[in-house]
T-cell receptor, first 114, second 113 residues
């Protein structure tokens, strides 16, 4: 298995532009998580899905953020419009039982909004 | 807000020495996990300890858990330069029905040759 695959690895965009981050979880994992990591706030859970259904989106900062999981092998996190304060590393992680087995993380997308 | 707080924030040691980092958390848990993050990479799961366990070993890693104090420690024995990374504890939340983990603030470990 290739692990959790995220794309792009790096994204630089101008303020106001739409940004779409992509994630392919490990096959068979029925949980998918989006986290954001910054120096100031550490690792923050944005949203998670179980069997493609959003379960907890309480960490999504505001309406500018949206996430979808149209099928078991693909998820997107979209920011529209982007702002400089959205600059962070965004991680996707998947699991078949997070509290029993832990997560497998992707390599992350480093987003810079200028 | 973050569930776990790690201590120390940064630790610098020589190869061969032991490294101990601590994690404190706020609410009751089912289990506690430790992860490692190398610079510029995603987190890697190291070890999980259940709330009814007090100690667990995996290779050079030793984890302890004290639920009465809401704290855990990670000991890395005979450290190597390759152990240089940030280490995070992560906890679940009992009785919420949520299958999610909350991560601590992390300890940055530097192991010098």
């Amino acid at each position: 298995d290739a692990g959790v695959i995220q794309s792009p690895r790096h994204e630089v965009t101008e303020m106001g532009q739409e940004v779409t981050l992509r994630c392919k979880p490990i096959s068979g994992h029925d949980y998918l998580f989006w986290y954001r990591q910054t120096m100031m706030r550490g690792l923050e859970l944005l949203i998670y899905f179980n069997n493609n259904v959003p379960i907890d989106d309480s960490g999504m900062p505001e309406d500018r953020f949206s996430a979808k999981m149209p099928n078991a092998s693909f998820s997107t996190l979209k920011i529209q419009p982007s702002e400089p304060r959205d600059s962070a590393v965004y991680f996707c992680a998947s699991s078949w039982g997070p509290t029993k087995y832990g997560y497998t993380f992707g390599s992350g997308t480093r987003l810079t909004v200028v | 807000s973050q569930q776990g707080e790690e201590d120390p924030q940064a630790l610098s040691i020589q190869e061969g020495e032991n490294a101990t980092m601590n994690c404190s958390y706020k609410t009751s848990i089912n289990n506690l996990q430790w992860y490692r993050q190398n610079s510029g990479r995603g987190l890697v799961h190291l070890i999980l300890i259940r709330s009814n366990e007090r100690e667990k070993h995996s290779g050079r890693l030793r984890v302890t858990l004290d639920t009465s104090k809401k704290s855990s420690s990670l000991l890395i024995t005979a450290s190597r330069a390759a152990d240089t990374a940030s280490y995070f504890c992560a906890t679940d939340q009992v009785n919420t029905g949520f299958q999610k983990l909350v991560f601590g603030t992390g300890t940055r470990l530097l192991v010098s040759p």
